[in-house]
């Protein structure tokens, strides 16, 4: 693979995506079969890219809507119907239908939105979604999408954050009302996975498991709906490949013995990692006015710059 950008940051997909064909795969097959799925994986794996990089590839295909939601900031069940009101706005007939449902709230707010108005959206769909009515809400939302001509795929990402939250209170200390809210929401989620199979197919994720925080609360059979995968880190011959790749656009030589004591350096091949390192290794040299690595340089950049303050708080997830 050649033409490989530089991933920075954040979640990638396309010309930024780096392999993963087998992990892409196994989830395309688990939505063309209505398989709902519980994702799972270490931070800076991959995990979010993986899904984010699927519903780009489904929806260029035209077989599937997709919405993606993040739930990494949201606090409540009524929050996550909220997000999931806001980011089905792209899905153009399901939106109608939400907008209709939300007709006292939603008044003014045209069929097709831009960026601007998101916000203004999220504030008139949360003052028209309370604890007491989110259930129902949600579900018109939710029938919403299953109306749609074409099935969707509704992605969940950081699902386990969320219901830690509700959880448990400021001590970290699970309570009885915490244990309620998340019994209340994972119900009706279940019950959303059950009543739009085929319409509606789940991709739960999360940097924290699921299912060990619903075992310690008692409440595991709210996951058995959900098929899991667990995101491995990149074999050696991945990281090599990526490596080369990055080099070749970069107009770095990097040798082959230069990228194997890379991954040796680094032992667990996480994505993120293994870009990190090449990113550092590359402004390094660029400083220097080369662009050829050597092993001696593999070795200063390692010491002086992943393991540095600053690259340990990057590598200590």
């Keep these: 693979m050649t033409g490989l950008r530089k991933a920075g940051a954040n979640w990638v997909d396309g010309d930024r995506f780096f392999d993963r064909k087998a992990e892409l795969d196994v989830l395309r097959a688990r939505v063309q079969n209505g398989t709902h799925t519980l994702l799972t994986a270490q931070r800076r794996m ?6 984010r990089e699927l519903l780009r590839l489904l929806a ?6 997709t919405v993606f939601v993040d739930l990494e900031d949201v606090r409540t069940a009524a929050d996550a119907v909220v997000e999931i009101g806001v980011e089905s706005r792209h899905v153009h007939g399901a939106w109608a239908r939400i907008r209709s449902g939300f007709a006292n709230v939603l008044r003014g707010i045209e069929d097709r939105i831009d960026e601007l108005a998101v916000a203004e959206v999220r504030v008139k769909l949360r003052a028209g979604i ?5 259930r129902q809400k949600g579900d018109a939302v939710c029938a919403a999408l299953a109306k749609n001509e074409s099935p969707v795929v509704l992605a969940l990402d950081e699902l386990p954050i969320l219901v830690n939250r509700m959880l448990k209170d400021e001590d970290y200390r699970t309570t009885p009302a ?3 809210d998340v019994d209340e929401f994972l119900s009706w989620l279940r019950k ?8 509606i197919c789940l991709i739960l994720s999360g940097s924290i498991g699921l299912e060990p925080i619903l075992r310690q609360a008692g409440l595991s059979a709210h996951a058995n709906i959900f098929s899991p995968l667990d995101l491995k880190p990149w074999n050696e011959k991945t990281a090599l490949d990526c490596l080369a ?8 030589n990097l040798p082959l013995a230069a990228r194997e004591e890379m991954c040796r350096r680094l032992r667990c091949l996480v994505p993120h990692h293994v870009q990190r390192f090449f990113d550092s290794l590359d402004e390094s040299l660029r400083l220097d006015g080369r662009r ?3 092993l001696d ?5 390692y010491t002086a710059e992943m393991l540095s303050i600053r690259g340990q708080a990057d590598l200590d997830h």
């Design 292 to 294: 050829r690595a050597s």
């Design 46 to 51: 991959g995990k979010t890219s993986l899904v």
């Design 245 to 252: 790749a990055l080099a070749e656009t970069c107009d770095l």
């Design 192 to 199: 959303i996975g059950q009543d739009h199979r085929q319409r």
């Design 130 to 134: 309370d604890p007491g009515n989110w």
């Design 178 to 180: 915490g244990k309620q």
């Design 297 to 301: 340089d593999v070795e200063r950049v």
């Design 60 to 65: 260029a295909e035209g077989r599937f809507e």
